[in-house]
């Protein structure tokens, strides 16, 4: 079985610029993640998203991230414009509906310079 | 809501020895407590979790422990070998998962 798929794996870009992360989750996987990792901390949870509805973006600094799971399998993460302290690990997981365990795609590291 | 605090933030052990890591957490409502195991420049991998129904579990040389009362949780690696040099995350989760800050594990040969 395929795990959680992310891409692109690095992203280097300019401040202002705009990026775009995409994830495709387990097959079968209603529950999807996003999760952003500062270097040394543990993962942060941005959004989350059961099929195609988003149930808890409360984490999601709204004025530049947006997110979308328009057909509630891959997803989209976008950042714009992009600012220095975006540079982290963005991380995509996902689960069975109704299931605690999480499994977690290799994320994208994204360098803001 | 839920804070959970890891501690060491870094541990070294000889090979053969045992590694404990522990971890608290705040919201008396959180039932569920993975570990995450994750390699440099690698995805967090699963390695063992625990339900609040449950005081105890064991995996070969993986166990976790967990105190409802006193709200913690704790990994415990016996007869470490190099290949456990990783970070480890601890997580506890109510409606979403919060995760500890990790703890640095490096088995020397």
């Known amino acids: 079985e395929a795990g959680v798929v992310q891409s692109p794996r690095y992203k280097i870009i300019e401040k202002k610029q705009p990026v775009a992360f995409w994830c495709n989750p387990i097959?079968?996987?209603?529950?999807l993640y996003w999760y952003l990792q500062n270097l040394g901390q543990g993962p942060e949870l941005l959004i989350r998203?059961?099929?195609?509805?988003?149930?808890?973006d409360s984490q999601l600094p709204k004025d530049r991230f947006s997110a979308e799971r328009l057909k509630g399998v891959d997803s989209t993460l976008k950042i714009q414009p992009a600012e220095l302290g975006d540079s982290a690990v963005y991380l995509c997981?996902?689960?069975?509906?109704?299931?605690?365990?999480?499994?977690f795609g290799p994320g994208t590291r994204l360098t803001v310079l | 809501g839920e804070n959970v605090e890891q501690h060491p933030s870094t541990l070294s052990v000889q090979e053969g020895d045992s590694a404990v890591i522990k971890c608290t957490y705040s919201?008396?409502?959180?039932?569920?407590f993975p570990w995450y195991k994750q390699e440099l420049g690698k995805r967090p991998q699963l390695i063992i979790d625990?339900?609040?129904?449950?005081g105890e579990k064991k995996d070969q040389r993986i166990a976790v422990t967990l105190n409802k009362t006193a709200k913690h949780f704790s990994l415990h690696i016996t007869e470490t070998q190099p290949e456990d040099s990783a970070v480890y995350f601890c997580?506890?989760?109510?409606?979403?998962?919060?995760f500890g800050a990790g703890t640095r594990l490096t088995v020397k040969p």
């Open positions: 997981a996902s689960s069975l509906h109704g299931t605690d365990t999480q499994y």
């Open positions: 097959s079968g996987h209603n529950t």
């Open positions: 998203y059961e099929n195609e509805e988003a149930v808890d």
């Open positions: 919201d008396s409502a959180s039932n569920y």
């Open positions: 625990i339900r609040s129904n449950v």
């Open positions: 997580a506890a989760k109510n409606n979403d998962m919060r």
